[in-house]
């Protein structure tokens, strides 16, 4: 029996639990109000944390697949830093 292969979403909710839980928690976390997450830095997410978690490691890939799954961008709102 193979085992059953994760949705983006899921994969995606525990990479933030992880990351939100670790020494990278300053790269990404949970927005304060927990109902969306924050890249704080980039390059650190495409270096150590999309590799463990992701078949890729590049962040266009990641983006794709954020946007096929229909995520937004927040620029403005509680759920984003520069409010």
């Known amino acids: ?23 990278f928690s300053s790269a990404l976390s949970w927005s304060p109000s ?13 270096e150590h944390i999309i590799p463990n978690f992701f078949d890729h490691k590049k962040w266009r890939s990641f983006t ?6 229909g ?3 927040e620029l403005r709102g509680p759920d984003t830093e520069g409010e």
């Open 64 to 69: 794709r697949q954020l946007n096929l799954w």
């Open 1 to 23: 029996m193979e085992p059953v292969k994760q949705t983006f979403p899921f994969k995606l909710y525990h990479t933030i639990e992880w990351a939100s839980d670790s020494e």
């Open 34 to 46: 927990g109902n969306a997450f924050v890249v704080h830095d980039r390059e650190v997410v495409v």
């Open 71 to 73: 995520f937004k961008r």
